[in-house]
Structures are given as structure tokens and as C-alpha cells.
């Protein structure tokens, strides 16, 4: 009979409101999943290292790299996510024409990225199947432009919402930031792809 | 406060049509109410588990006798395939952390969902797709390498069943980590501002816990998964040793994740066990941070221990010590769970009630099953019964008497929460009896099978070990037969037992402070956090904390 006294709640207004609010939940909702994410891309690091570990040549005969296209791409990529920044920092000024100029530059340059990697596959003159390194090459810059399409579509469904329900301001724009860091997460991919399959394959 | 505050906050909760129930049919649906996912996942967890179970009915039956008399060998070895991946993949994960997690931990941190209440739909949905295509391949004649799907073999038999095989593992797999981040975003941004983190349910703990070593584990294998779906359907050869690739690269993506699991499935249990003990045996959990802590301790180890499934997998002599070590350091953590469950109950007023019977059963087959994980987690002995029946008969204790036991003793406690009916106890002590003597009848033996070396997964073996083999066979009955009072009492009791109280168990956690079962937003105002969990015995003292309080 006591126990159910000391069960009782006690009744607070701050506590009822405070539920409400939780301004930061999708954001952190994000990283938790990026670290995830990044995870499964370790996965794929790792098998790939331990492949190479194991091989006399690397990358074998007739299959040696491009650096040309990939080195440009690189620098588009990694400079994407400079111009991304400054779309993040013109809403928070309340610029939404501005934020609308760096967000579609980088689609453009996302965009101008995975054509160069269409252009590559297309010219290497080897394929999936090859070898080893060949099936390293083609699935981990293949899974990571997936992620580069999609933050894509991230990008251009906030440019979308924007032009369409004139979405975001100064005080709400999380979803702004939320395609801000995905894209940051895929650059900062790419670069750890680029210095595993490119850089390394020179030593 | 004053009277007139508190009636405000009244008038605006009616408007959000409170009290309001689910219908039948709410269940069937794409609903984003945490409880509602929380049964539809303790539900379909639990028909895995009878199907699951009797392809386990089967294989025993034909391991009866030696020759391969009742099943074909492919049958057998895709029957062996899917009873080890249901049991896994689709009954115990599903239903401690999808089914309980979902339904409790809101209800434990004061919050009125989950925080992303449709991809906690979403994570479960992904769940039934998965079971079809597990069933499914069967048409195409099962996949048959085993649950830990090894390459080559995985290779080279039945290519579509066993492509269709890692599409439900991954799709589980999505699930798991989707419902890990609505997880941890919950219990550590949705927590009500007044519960202190040494005032959070021991079971909130054991979930973060479980939550993070998903989403660190599950990627993992994700990864190997798509290697292996490339090799057996794109031409690769990442674990083509005559190509360039390696075989145990496989192995070690595999048990990065699937060691991580044994964790996976048994933190949450560990945490059912810290609430339902100090309830029904009526004190406070003896050693409340060291509990806590210990969860979140096996959580990093156990990312550590993985190699010690591959100790004949031709590892270096260094490796095998450091992950030995490493293993046994697992027990440390594990241990000091163990020691204060004892010490809970000792001197505590135990009832013996359905949920105490399973918990306590769960204690005595977990120490079983846990000294003979530190005896196969030692390398020399591993190397002597390594894919002996010995290892199998560890893992159903640790498995079947650990976690399953841990359900049942979950189900029994929170039943009236979950249904607003109480179960019927003598129905309750039939199965615990009938399933307590099944287990140890039915995996005891296979340690002295292991030891006299009869290898596992085949449906032939020497007549040497038909004796033994007989008492399994005849204990596996006895466990089939212990789920039908199970069921017969869930199914009748939800419909017609008696009405529970809002508290039957007089437990001080917060999913006791809603009604049973409770309504559409748990609670009309937020509760405020008074006192600890299991601060039982305390009661004159918090009482006249909360009138100081309230004055």
C-alpha cells in the first residue's frame, strides 16, 4: 500500500513542456548513423588491405590506375565541401538566396564528380571481374559514388524544398545542415579512398 | 504547484485525445507508437521461434538415429542453416531489444516515443521481408553452409538460396542498426530532466550498451555480406583463394560482427534480469553502478574477442594469446553482473513467481553455459573439441538457457503491462519445469558428446554415439512440448485473464506509474523522478522527500 504512494508521479509543468523541444535529435540522429557508416566503409578498408597484404604485385599487371581524372575529381570534391560550407553559413545570415547559389554549385560540382567517375570506369579497359584489385577498385569507388548520388538527391531535395515551400531560415534549417554533413562524411570518404587505391598503388 | 497549473496542463493533454486505446487491427499496421512496434516485434519474433524450433524438433529427430534415415542430408543441413539464422536473426535479437527495448525504454526514461518514431516502423518492417526470404529459399533448396555461411562452401551450393540467405541477413541487419540509433538518440536525448543517469532503469544501460555494439558490429558485416553477394553472383573473388583472394578475410569480417552478437543478444537479457530480480525478490539491486558499468565494459570487449572463433583457422600463436586473454577478460564484467543478482536475492523476500523462476533459472544456466565459454575461449582446448558437439551444447546453454530463459522471465513480468492482463502462474510453473529439465536433458549431454568428439552440423555419425544422442533427442521433445503451456497461457490470459493493476509487481521503475496497458502517449503529464529504480525499503524516507517536494 505504501509502495503505491511512492509510485505516485509528481506533476511538473517544466517537464511536460520541455518533451517538445528537442531542436538537436535528427542531427545527432545523423552522426550516430554515420558512425555506422563509416563502419561498414572500415569493412571494406580492411578486406581491401589485407588483400593487398597478401599479393607479390599491387596492383597487378593490367590493371594499373588512372591519376589524372581521379586527381581532378579529388579536387572538385574535397573544394565541394568548402562551397557547402558557405551555403550553411549564408542561412544562418538568413540568406536564402545565397544559400540556394552554393547549394546548387555544389550539386553541380557532386554532379560534374560522379560523371568522372562514369568516364573512368569507361576507360580504364578493365573490368569488375579482372582481378582482385580490380574487384577492390570497382566496388569501393562504386559503393562510395552511391553515397556521393545520394547526397546528391540530399542536396537537390533541399534546393526542392527551398524553391518549392520556401523552407529554411535563419532560426530553422536543419535539414540544411543535416545534407551538410553527409556530404562532408562523403568527402572525407573519398579522401581515404583516394589515398588507398591511388595514392598507395605509386609505392 | 498550484491547483490551478495543474488543471491546465490537464485541459491541453485531453485535447491530444489521451486514453485512447490501439484497435485489433492498429497491430497490422504501419503504426509509429513505440508499444505497438514493441508487439509486433515480440509477436513475429515469437512465430520465428516456433518455426525455428521445429526445424530444431526435426533435426533431432533425425539425429535420433545414426544413419540419415528421417531427413535428406541436404534437407538436414538447410534445416540446420535456417533453425540457427531464425533463432539468431529473427527470434531472440527481434524480440529482447526490437520487442522489449521498443516497449520499454520510452516507457523507462519518461519519454513519449521513441525518437524517430517512423524508423522504428521502418526498422521493423524490414523484419517480416527478411523471414520470407529465409523460408523462401527454400524453393530453391535452402541455403545449407551454415549460419556462419563459410566461403568456399557458401560458394558452391545452392547459389540463389544462399544469395537470398545474405539480402535477409542484411535487411535484418539494417533493421538492427536503424533501431540501435533510435536507441541511443532516445535514451540519451529523450530522457526526462529529472531522472538522473544513476536514477535510469538498469535495463535502459544494458540497451545503450547493445545499441552501440550493433552499430559499430552490423556494418561490418554488411561489408563481408556484400563481398560474398559479389563473389557468388558478379564474378569476384574476394574469398577465391585460386584468384588472389583470402578465406579467412571472410572469417574475420564475420566475427567481428557475429562474436559482438552473442553480446548483442544477451546485454538485453542481462537487463531484464536487473529489473525483474530486485522486483519479485523485494530489494534493492545490490551494486547498481557496477551492473551499469559492466554493461557498457563487455560492450568494448566484446569488439575485441572475435578470434577466438578462429583459433583453428590457422592463427599466429600471438594472436591465439592475445585472444584468449581477452576472452576470459569478458568474464570479469559478466561475473560481476552474476554476483549482484546473488547478492540481490540473498536475504531479499523472493516470490517465486513465474518471471523469479526463469530469472533464476537463467542464473544457474548462464554460469553453466558461461564457465564453458571460458573453457572453449582458452585456446588449447578450443584446438581439441573446436566443431565438436561440445561447442554446441555451450552455446544452447548461453543461448537457449541464457537468453531464452530471459524472455520467458521478461514476458511473465511485463505481461500485464503489455496486455492489462495478468498470466496464469501454475501454467507459468508447469513451463518453467518442463523447460528447465528439457534444456539441461537436452544440451547437457552434448558437452560429453563434444569431448568424445562427434562433430557437429552432420546428419550421419558413428553408432558409438547413438546412446547419447538418444537422451537429446528425448530432452529436445520435453523442450518442444514446454512451449505449448506457454502459449496456451499467453493466448488465453491476454484474452481473458484477469485485469492487472496499473503495479501489479509493486516495482518502482516509470513504466509501472502508466496505466496497464498503457495509453496511445504513456502518460498524461511526464512523470518526475523522486527516487532511484530499486530503492526498495526506503519508503518512509522518499515519501516524506516527495511531500517536502510537493509543498
Known sequence: MQDSTLNAPEISLSSAASHEEHPDLRVFGLLTFLVSESLMFGGFFASYLVLRGAAAVWPPEGTEVELLVPTINTVILVSSSFVIHLGDTAIKKNNVAGMRLWYGITALMGAIFLAGQAYEYLTLGYGLTTNVFANCFYLMTGFHGLHVFIGLLLILGVLWRSRRFGHYSATKHTGIEMAEIYWHFVDIIWIILFSLLYILTLF | ?551
Open chain 2, 1 to 551: 504547484m498550484t491547483q490551478l497549473e495543474t488543471s491546465q496542463i490537464t485541459t491541453v493533454v485531453t485535447e491530444h485525445e489521451l486514453h485512447q486505446r490501439w484497435k485489433w487491427y492498429d497491430y497490422f499496421t504501419f503504426n509509429i507508437d513505440h508499444k505497438v512496434i514493441g508487439i509486433q516485434y515480440l509477436v513475429t519474433a515469437f512465430v520465428f521461434y516456433l518455426i525455428g524450433g521445429l526445424m530444431a524438433m526435426a533435426i533431432r529427430i533425425e539425429l535420433n538415429t545414426p544413419d540419415a534415415d528421417f531427413l535428406d542430408p541436404n534437407l538436414y543441413n538447410a534445416f540446420m542453416t535456417n533453425h540457427g539464422t531464425l533463432m539468431i536473426f529473427m527470434w531472440i535479437v527481434p524480440a529482447a531489444i526490437g520487442g522489449f527495448g521498443n516497449f520499454l525504454v520510452p516507457l523507462m526514461v519518461g519519454a513519449r516515443d521513441m525518437a524517430f518514431p517512423k524508423l522504428n516502423a521502418i526498422a521493423f518492417w524490414l523484419n517480416p521481408p527478411a523471414g520470407a526470404l529465409l523460408l523462401g529459399s527454400f524453393f530453391f533448396g535452402g541455403s545449407q553452409s551454415g549460419w556462419t555461411a563459410y566461403p568456399p562452401l557458401s560458394l558452391i551450393t545452392a547459389n540463389t538460396a544462399q544469395t537470398m540467405w545474405i539480402l535477409a541477413i542484411v535487411l535484418v541487419g539494417t533493421s538492427s542498426i536503424l533501431g540501435a540509433l533510435n536507441f541511443v538518440v532516445t535514451i540519451l536525448k529523450m530522457k526526462v530532466p529529472s531522472m538522473q543517469w544513476t536514477q535510469m532503469p538498469l535495463f535502459c544501460w544494458a540497451i545503450l550498451a547493445t545499441s552501440v555494439l550493433a552499430l559499430l558490429s552490423t556494418p561490418v558485416l554488411a561489408a563481408g555480406l556484400v563481398l560474398l553477394l559479389f563473389d557468388i553472383n558478379f564474378g569476384t573473388s574476394f574469398f577465391k583463394p585460386d584468384a588472389g583472394g583470402n578465406v579467412v578475410l571472410y572469417q574475420h569480417l564475420f566475427w567481428f560482427y557475429s562474436h559482438p552478437a552473442v553480446y548483442l543478444m544477451i546485454l538485453p537479457i542481462f537487463g531484464i534480469m536487473s529489473e525483474v530480480i530486485p522486483v519479485h525478490a523485494r530489494k534493492p539491486i545490490f551494486g547498481y553502478k557496477a551492473i551499469a558499468y559492466s554493461s557498457l565494459a563487455i560492450c568494448v570487449i566484446g569488439l575485441f574477442v572475435w578470434v577466438h572463433h578462429m583459433f583453428t583457422s590457422g592463427t599466429p600463436p600471438w594472436m591465439r594469446m592475445f585472444f584468449t586473454i581477452s576472452t576470459l577478460i569478458v568474464a570479469v564484467p559478466t561475473g560481476v553482473k552474476i554476483f549482484g543478482w546473488v547478492a540481490t536475492l540473498w536475504g531479499g523476500k523472493i516470490r517465486f513467481t513465474s518471471a523469479m523462476l526463469f530469472a533464476i533459472g537463467l542464473l544457474s544456466m548462464f554460469v553453466v553455459g558461461g564457465l564453458g565459454g571460458v573453457t572453449l575461449g582458452t585456446a588449447p582446448f578450443d584446438l581439441h573439441v573446436h566443431d565438436t558437439y561440445y561447442v554446441v551444447g555451450h552455446f544452447h546453454y548461453v543461448l537457449f538457457g541464457g537468453s531464452v530463459f530471459g524472455i520467458y522471465a521478461g514476458i511473465y513480468h511485463w505481461f500485464p503491462k503489455i496486455t492489462g492482463r495478468m498470466m496464469n502462474e501454475t501454467w507459468g510453473r508447469v513451463h518453467f519445469a518442463l523447460t528447465f529439465v528439457g534444456t539441461h536433458l537436452t544440451f547437457l549431454p552434448m558437452h560429453q558428446l563434444g569431448l568424445q568428439g562427434m562433430p557437429r552440423r552432420v546428419a550421419m555419425y558413428d553408432p558409438q554415439f547413438a546412446g547419447i544422442n538418444h537422451i537429446c533427442t528425448i530432452g529436445a521433445i520435453v523442450l518442444g512440448i514446454s512451449v505449448l503451456p506457454f502459449f496456451f497461457n499467453a493466448i488465453w490470459s491476454w484474452l481473458y485473464g484477469p485485469k492487472a493493476a496499473d503495479n501489479p509487481w509493486d516495482a518502482l521503475t516509470l513504466e509501472w506509474t502508466t496505466s496497464s496497458p498503457p495509453a496511445i502517449e504513456n502518460w498524461e503529464v511526464l512523470p518526475v523522478v523522486t527516487h532511484g529504480p530499486y530503492d526498495y525499503g526506503r519508503t518512509v524516507e522518499v515519501n516524506q522527500t516527495v511531500q517536502t517536494a510537493s509543498i
